[in-house]
């Protein structure tokens, strides 16, 4: 059970959970993960159902702005918790001064799962600028980085991300790119 | 009453709980008034002091957790106020030293120098324990309730400007160091 009740997690009862998202799930619970805020967006909602099914002990906080949701991570750090942050790429435009005078300043350590705008099968041009200043943004704040490009990759590529976060109490970007998440042609945000 | 009046007042209040104290004059004026590990001092950042408080909350339930924000800070992420109602912490206290100025950057006047009233958008967003409080018997009083009724609890006090005398060490690490040290 969640003991933050916060969420319903009755609104991710539906289709089949896609493989990539089981994985993504299973790499944040095997790299010690218990804690995850998120804001929400499509693609994330299948990861927040792998919870559901999978890792029903993980415990989901929904915040009203990603760079909230940074604040509330870093304080679950503080409290002893390893913490996710669930966002998509133009929430990360939101964060940036906390990633940067919060995170990195205090050596404080989050997984970010970003599920990708702007990159290839994006049919919005307004998401494009954001999406394509994802990397560079991270790069200049010196927050590593991977992709996850298969799906069945997903569990390892996280965990590894996991490792590297918090045996080195650094924040780390686990990028989930629109072909991956999104199936081709569709439109989805 | 000075934000100095209300700082020292609020932590001379406190035992084992762990603090979260905002950038600039309100971290200033509580390592003046009194630095101990379980303060945590945020040199950036601006707007997340309650955030962080929040997040310390859920993952401690079994301690009291306070947080000092500010006015033009709170304004930055009034967002904070929905998410600590959502999750209703027991354990929660924000005090927000509310001066109507950003007195770090040079006394410019926030809204709340006006008519935005900050106790309004807490009850707005659902927090349900919350005061104004413009002295110090007010502010004891207010405080001494949020230690016997459940909260989250949000403490908007009315302060004037003071002039900070220190300066917690530049040493973002070593103060995280420190207060996870501290908190156990």
Request: charge should be negative; charged fraction near 20%; aromatic fraction near 4%.
């Amino acid at each position: 059970m969640r003991q933050i009740d916060n969420h319903s997690g009755s609104d991710f009862r539906g289709p089949a959970i896609p493989r990539w998202a089981a994985g993504v799930s299973d790499g944040l619970w095997d790299g010690g993960c218990r804690q995850v805020v998120y804001v929400p967006d499509n693609p994330l909602s299948h990861i927040l159902a792998a919870f559901e099914r999978d890792h029903p002990l993980m415990r989901a906080t929904l915040a009203t702005r990603e760079e909230e949701a940074v604040g509330i991570a870093a304080g679950l750090y503080l409290g002893g918790a390893n913490p996710v942050l669930l966002m998509q790429s133009s929430g990360l435009g939101n964060t940036l001064n906390a990633v940067g005078s919060l995170l990195v300043a205090f050596q404080i350590p989050v997984v970010m799962v970003i599920s990708m705008r702007g990159d290839p099968g994006e049919w919005n041009s307004a998401q494009v600028p954001m999406g394509r200043a994802v990397r560079p943004v991270l790069d200049a704040l010196g927050v590593s980085h991977l992709s996850v490009d298969r799906d069945d990759e997903a569990r390892d590529v996280v965990v590894s991300l996991a490792q590297l976060a918090f045996g080195t109490r650094l924040p780390v970007a686990c990028l989930l790119p629109r072909r991956l998440t999104v199936p081709a042609g569709g439109g989805r945000s | 009453m000075t934000r100095f009046d209300a700082i020292d007042l609020t932590r001379r209040t406190l035992t084992d709980e762990p603090v979260v104290v905002n950038l600039g004059h309100a971290a200033y004026e509580l390592f003046a008034a009194g630095d101990r590990p379980l303060n945590f001092y945020t040199w950036g950042s601006m707007g997340l002091t309650s955030s962080i408080a929040l997040g310390l909350a859920l993952a401690r339930p079994d301690r009291r957790v306070v947080a000092l924000d500010g006015d033009g800070s709170l304004l930055m992420n009034l967002g904070s106020l929905a998410t600590i109602a959502a999750c209703a912490p027991a354990n929660l206290l924000v005090v927000v030293l509310d001066n109507g100025q950003y007195g770090t950057t040079g006394g410019q006047a926030t809204p709340t120098a006006g008519d935005a009233d900050l106790e309004a958008a807490a009850r707005a967003m659902g927090v349900r324990q919350t005061a104004t409080v413009h002295d110090g018997q007010q502010l004891d009083r207010a405080l001494e309730a949020s230690r016997t009724i459940p909260g989250p609890w949000v403490i908007v006090a009315k302060v004037d400007e003071s002039a900070p005398t220190a300066k917690p060490p530049l040493d973002c690490v070593g103060i995280k160091n420190r207060f996870m040290a501290a908190l156990g």
